[in-house]
């Protein structure tokens, strides 16, 4: 292909300028496998390169394979989406009887997240529970702590981002299909698609290929924290892969063979809360929608146990990017933007432009830093776009995690006067503002998505 020689130097300069040991990439175009590749360095204590079979950790990737087991669950007539989790959890609280399984793989639970800890006792904040890592949980422990996950939204009226309903999908799936999530999904997707190396994640088991994950501390390269064994393969996103596998998956997106098209399209489509709107980034059921430059981009981006993971498909350009990377800071949301526009030109990623109104972005800063403090004014917007926004999304930003004072907005595209678009660093990801105003200087209409 004329964009090889490209794609490789930009690839390798990404290992060369930062601290990222290795990549793994897979491309398809246009119903084909046009490029996998590795580069850097799967493991740097024995200085093992990275190959398009190295295999990393799924992270949060693995979300849009535990809704894929619900798939399969489905198209057998064997689960419904809009079943209640208490039927195939009934040890959980009455609460659970008005959460669906739609509402758990759409993260619209209402559940808050676990918050990471590394002792019994450690608390959590802003409604979430803490995990400790390094103790082994059962099922019916993990339940427990999800028993103690106070609701952030009420089922079906908000999203908030959880890990919490993924982890019981995949508890769902196994107490339907009568074995773990993965095997089912060794069964009916991974070994009849060619997914030759994708399985669940283990600490024990010898995995040929396996590259190591990392981490930056203190400006250092180290390897990982440690984790204990049941927390690396639970439905939020335990899995292995290698380029190759994810290169497979893909090519099932676009011309499915064991998922149905209505599947396929199903897992795609943003979810609608109770009041008919989408979440504020049309999350579906385990893939993320946005745009970019006019063309739709469905997406997950994944961190977990020293490995980043960005999956990501452009339907209309018939084009599909996955990188891997070995390191919790890998870039590779914007790596795989910018691979998507070497490929295809009409997909290049927005990079940061000369800022001729820096008093405007100053504004405009002011104005993001008032939304996710809670404190959204109702001047500063339009009726309609108001209207919009106060009916669940500017909570939603808000419980979202979004850092905005001391980090700064870069502008990467104006039109005219009335819109324009920044994005602001968020540990490793980019998060993408558009805001544009009407002739009365009033916010008109605001999106957001993740690179």
């Known amino acids: 292909m004329s964009y090889t020689g490209e794609l490789d130097r930009y690839l390798q300069s990404e290992i060369d300028n930062s601290q990222v040991p290795g990549l793994g990439v897979a491309i398809v175009h246009d119903g084909e496998i046009v490029h996998l590749g590795g580069y850097g360095l799967a493991n740097v204590e024995n200085q093992v390169p990275v190959t398009p079979d190295t295999v990393f950790h799924s992270g949060s990737t693995g979300k849009m394979f535990t809704a894929a087991a ?76 999800a028993r103690r996950s106070p609701f952030m939204y009420r089922p079906g009226e908000g999203y908030q981002y959880s890990n919490t309903g993924y982890i019981l999908a995949g508890l769902v799936v196994a107490r339907v299909s009568n074995k773990p999530y993965y095997e089912l999904l060794r069964e009916r997707l991974f070994e009849p698609i060619g997914m030759a190396t994708a399985r669940e994640a283990s600490w024990f088991d010898i995995v040929p290929n396996r590259a190591a994950g990392h981490c930056i501390r203190d400006g250092k390269l180290e390897n990982r924290y440690w984790a204990a064994p049941t927390l690396q393969r639970t439905g939020d996103g335990g899995l292995y892969f290698s380029p190759r596998d994810i290169a497979h998956w893909l090519l099932e997106l676009d011309n499915p063979t064991v998922l149905s098209p209505e599947s396929i399209a199903l897992v795609s ?3 609608l809360m109770k009041n008919g709107q989408p979440s504020f980034n049309n999350y579906a059921l385990g893939w993320q929608n946005s745009t970019i430059r006019g063309h739709r981009k469905i997406r997950h981006g994944g961190t977990w146990d020293g490995f980043r993971a960005e999956i990501a498909r452009f339907p209309a350009r018939k084009l599909s990017v996955c990188v891997l990377g070995n390191t919790d800071e890998a870039q590779v949301a914007r790596i795989g933007q910018k691979i998507a526009g070497i490929v295809d030109p009409a997909l290049a990623p927005y990079e940061p432009i000369a800022d001729g109104n820096e008093a405007l972005t100053r504004r405009d800063h002011e104005l993001l830093q008032a939304i996710v403090e809670r404190r959204a004014p109702r001047e500063s917007f ?35 006067d009335g819109g324009r678009r920044y994005r602001l660093e968020m540990g490793g990801y980019h998060l993408h503002w558009t805001i544009s105003r009407d002739s009365e200087d009033r916010v008109s209409e605001m999106r957001f998505h993740m690179e």
Request: glycine share 12%; aromatic share 10%.
């Open 269 to 271: 489509e943003p979810v």
């Open 70 to 145: 619900v798939m399969f669950l489905l198209q057998d007539d064997h689960i419904k989406l809009d079943d209640p989790l208490i039927r195939y959890i009934p040890e959980g609280p009455e609460s659970w009887s008005v959460i669906t399984i739609r509402n758990l793989l759409s993260m619209m639970a209402g559940f808050g997240n676990f918050d990471i800890a590394f002792s019994a006792g450690e608390g959590g904040e802003g409604g979430a529970v803490p995990l400790n890592l390094w103790q082994d949980h059962s099922d019916e422990q993990l339940i427990d702590l």
């Open 382 to 416: 339009g009726e309609e776009a108001w209207r919009l926004w106060s009916n669940g999304w500017f909570e939603q930003i808000a419980a979202s995690g979004v850092a905005v004072a001391g980090v700064p907005l870069e502008l990467t595209h104006q039109e005219g």
